[in-house]
């Protein structure tokens, strides 16, 4: 009755974003900060609300610093 709201519920779904989260920032961010030439402490960024929008539109569009 009450499945919404209890604890194994909020839980997984807490779990389950921030292995979302880690994913991301691991899988996708930091190698792509890499290869832009940028340090991957940068990253942490990408922990901070409306800053992680300006850091993924930027490395959407940044040239590979590859030659």
């Given at each position: 009755a009450n499945y919404p709201h209890t604890l194994?519920?909020?839980s997984l779904v807490w779990l389950v974003g921030v292995v979302g989260l880690a994913y991301i920032v691991g899988f996708v961010v930091?190698?792509?900060l890499r290869d832009v030439?940028?340090?991957p402490y940068v990253a942490v960024l990408s922990l901070i609300p409306l800053i992680?929008?300006?850091l993924l539109i930027?490395?959407?569009f940044?040239?590979?610093?590859r030659e």
């Open positions: 194994v519920f909020r930091v190698p792509r030439g940028m340090s992680n929008l300006l930027f490395l959407g940044a040239p590979s610093a």
